[in-house]
C-alpha cells in the first residue's frame, strides 16, 4: 500500500528552528509537496521538491532524497505565527496526491 | 495560481436534509477535487470532478451519497445528501490549475455541522 509518515505533533522554541520528517513509500513518485494549515483553515502551499537536494524560500527550506523516500521540512527563526500542522504530500505515477496525517507544530515564547 | 471561492462557507444542518456546496475558480482549471477533513484528521480525497462527465470516486464514496456536477471549466458543485452526524467535517474544493505537474490549491472550505 501507500504510506506516508510524519511526526503527529512537535514543539519548538519561538527564534529557533525545527526540522520537520516525512518518510514515503508510494507506487510511483511525481514530487513531494509541503503544505500549512492553520488551525480553521485550508492548507496553502509551501513547497515542491521533484529532485533531490534542497530547496530554499526565505525562513522555510525542504528537502528530498527519492533513494531514501525521504524529506524534510526545515522552518528558520520561528514566530508565533508558525503554530500550525503541515502537511506532507506525494504525487504517486497516477498523478494523485497522497497525504501524510500532518504534524501539529506547537510554538512557545 | 487560483483564486477558489466555497458557498456556504459553514452551516448547520439537521439529519436526513442534503446540503450543496459550490466551488468558484477565478480562471479555467485543469482539474477539481473534492475533499473531506474531519476534525484533527488529514485530508480525504473523495472524488475528482471531470467536465463534462460522471466524476471519479475514491475508495469509499459513493456517487448517491455525494453527486458532483461539473458544468464547466470555472464550477463544481458537491452535495452531501442524506446527511447524518457522521457527515460533519470540511469539505474543501481544490484544484490544478495546470497540468500534471501544477501546484494544487485549495478554497477556504466549507464547514459542516450535522445535527
Known amino acids: 500500500g501507500q504510506n506516508i509518515d510524519q511526526p503527529t505533533e512537535m514543539t519548538a522554541t519561538e527564534g529557533a528552528i525545527v526540522q520537520i520528517n516525512c518518510t514515503y513509500q508510494?507506487?510511483?513518485?511525481?514530487?513531494l509537496f509541503w503544505y500549512q494549515q492553520h488551525a480553521g483553515e485550508a492548507p496553502t502551499f509551501l513547497s515542491y521538491?521533484?529532485l533531490d537536494g534542497l530547496e530554499e524560500k526565505g525562513r522555510f527550506s525542504s528537502f528530498l532524497s527519492r533513494s531514501k523516500g525521504y524529506s524534510y521540512l526545515l522552518l528558520k527563526e520561528l514566530q508565533m505565527k508558525d503554530s500550525a500542522s503541515y502537511l506532507c504530500?506525494?504525487?504517486?505515477?497516477?498523478?494523485?496526491?497522497?497525504w501524510g496525517a500532518g504534524t501539529k507544530l506547537i510554538i512557545k515564547p | 495560481s487560483a483564486v477558489i471561492s466555497q458557498k456556504p462557507s459553514r452551516d448547520i444542518c439537521q439529519r436526513g436534509t442534503s446540503l450543496t456546496i459550490q466551488c468558484q475558480v477565478d480562471?479555467?482549471?485543469?482539474?477539481m477535487f473534492w475533499y473531506r477533513q474531519q476534525p484533527g484528521q488529514s485530508l480525504t480525497l473523495i472524488a475528482t470532478?471531470?467536465?463534462?462527465?460522471?466524476?471519479?470516486?475514491e475508495s469509499g464514496f459513493v456517487i448517491d451519497k455525494f453527486p458532483i456536477s461539473r458544468p464547466n471549466l470555472t464550477f463544481s458543485t458537491l452535495t452531501v445528501s442524506n446527511m447524518s452526524p457522521e457527515d460533519s467535517s470540511i469539505y474543501l474544493c481544490?484544484?490544478?490549475?495546470?497540468?500534471?505537474?501544477?501546484?494544487?490549491?485549495f478554497g477556504p472550505g466549507t464547514r459542516l455541522l450535522v445535527l
Open positions: 481544490s484544484v490544478l490549475p495546470g497540468g500534471e505537474w501544477e501546484t494544487q490549491y
Open positions: 480562471s479555467q482549471v485543469t482539474m
Open positions: 470532478a471531470n467536465q463534462g462527465s460522471e466524476a471519479t470516486y
Open positions: 508510494t507506487s510511483g513518485f511525481n514530487g
Open positions: 521538491n521533484v
Open positions: 504530500a506525494v504525487k504517486d505515477s497516477n498523478y494523485q496526491l497522497i
